[in-house]
């Protein structure tokens, strides 16, 4: 079969990109270990007040783990619990979350932060807070008529 | 009296004339500018926490 030159050219480019990206991909999700935060983990949307850890919300340390603290988010209509979190610089966190009613959103704004809490599953974030500020966090899944008053605040502290 | 053209002799003319350059750089200009944005996210991504 005959082939003009440069129609070799951008099938090299074009399979050659597809091949770097999908690499990524792979690296990422293999090697990186990314997932989707909501990943096989369950939970009794009625009796997520008496179900550890989300009998307890907020941050707590953790021992022997590869995060040196857990923060729990219980979110329901219209809020979350807590509504005020402070975090120590440079610690590496899971953020668990879930919701006791509708779907609602978890978006700290300005970061990589934002998943989807669905009634009966657990969405869990694991990251480092390497940068001090405030941070909005927003639902970002209308969830009813007080949607847009629903947010929490991560302040990273030194 | 009708002829019969046994030894007609036409040739098909293949047009080999036509000239890629303008595919090529239209193909290479949306393959760069996808790889620019592509990457300009990726960074973003990798940037923030």
Known sequence: MHMHKFEKAWLTFGIGSLLVFLTVLGVSAFYLGNQPPSCLATIDPEKVDTTAPFNEPGLKKVEGKDWDYELVYVASAFSYSPAEVEVPYGAKVKIIATTKDVVHGFEVAGSNINMMLEPGYISEHITTFDKTGEYLIVCNEYCGVGHHMMSSKIKVVE | ?49
């Open chain 2, 1 to 49: 009296m009708a002829k019969t053209e046994l030894s007609r002799k036409t040739k098909t003319e293949i047009e080999d004339s036509s000239s890629l350059k303008g595919t090529l750089a239209s193909v290479f200009l949306l393959g760069f500018f996808l790889i620019i944005t592509w990457a300009g996210v990726y960074s973003l991504f990798i940037s923030r926490f």
